[in-house]
Each structure stands twice: as C-alpha cells, then as structure tokens.
C-alpha cells in the first residue's frame, strides 16, 4: 500500500507498521490441504449419516403426505373403505414407493425417537434417580 509521488518519493499510510522480512517469509508449510486421514473418515461418516438422516425425513414426510391423501382425497365415511379404496388403486411403482416409505420412515421415526429420549429423557431420568439417591442416602436426625 505504498505510493510513489511525482518527485520519487515513497509515500506511506499514516497508519502502516513496519514488518520484518523475517516475518514476511514462510519458514514452514506449502501443503494447500492439510487434512489428516481421520478428518476425511468423519466427513465420509457425516456424509453418510446426514444423507441417510435426510432420506429417512423425505420418505417420512412421502409416507405421512400419501396417507393424507388416502385420508382426505375421499369422499367415504368408512375408515375401513377409505383405506381399502386407497391402497386398491395404487399401481406396483407407487406399491414399492409406499414399502420404501413405511420401511424408512419409520427407521426415521425410530433413530429420532432414540435420539430425543438419549437427549432429553435419559438425562432428566438419571437427575432424578441421582436426587432420590441423595435424598434417601442421608440419615434422618437423631430426636432430641
């Protein structure tokens, strides 16, 4: 950011500080990457995890949206005939997009069930436990 005047000059920012050349040149690296083996094993299992994570929602939320439309698309006051209507009409790609659904979807359901009670119950139970403990633990007062 320097600039040269019309007289040769060298004109400076008011606000520059001096570097030394020491600091100006690298003493070590070069590599563009530097990732190790273990950083790209995880990306690879985040990858497949999310990808799988992903899958599982859209078959979830395909599976809820067709029975929706079994539900709604009717006109019939039977539960029972609605259903049979339903599932009467779907031709065997719509059959394997169904099976593809319900079998995803509910591992979906499942791996977010487990999930939310290792994230949220397990622990609120284990605080309860450990309270009860404590409080049972200690003795009772000696009566005077």
């Known amino acids: 950011m320097e600039y040269i005047t019309s007289s040769g000059t060298i004109a ?4 520059y500080a001096l570097v030394p050349q020491e600091e100006m040149v690298y003493l070590e690296g070069g590599a563009f990457f530097d990732i ?5 094993l995880q990306f ?12 599982g929602g859209v078959c979830f ?8 439309y079994a539900l709604i698309g009717t006109t ?3 539960g029972r005939k609605l259903l049979n209507d339903f599932f009467s009409s779907l031709n065997p790609y719509q059959w394997v997009a169904f099976g593809a659904a319900t079998v995803l979807g509910t591992a979906y359901g499942v791996v977010q ?3 939310y009670y290792n994230a949220l119950i397990d622990p609120l139970v284990k605080a309860f436990q450990q309270a009860y403990a404590e409080a049972t633990a200690t003795p ?5």
């Open 12 to 15: 400076m920012p008011a606000y």
């Open 113 to 115: 069930a487990v999930y």
């Open 36 to 40: 190790s083996k273990e950083q790209i």
């Open 140 to 144: 009772a007062p000696a009566a005077a």
């Open 76 to 78: 019939s006051t039977s």
């Open 44 to 55: 690879g299992v985040n990858v497949v995890v999310n990808g799988l994570t992903f899958l």
């Open 61 to 68: 939320s395909a599976g809820v949206s067709m029975l929706t």
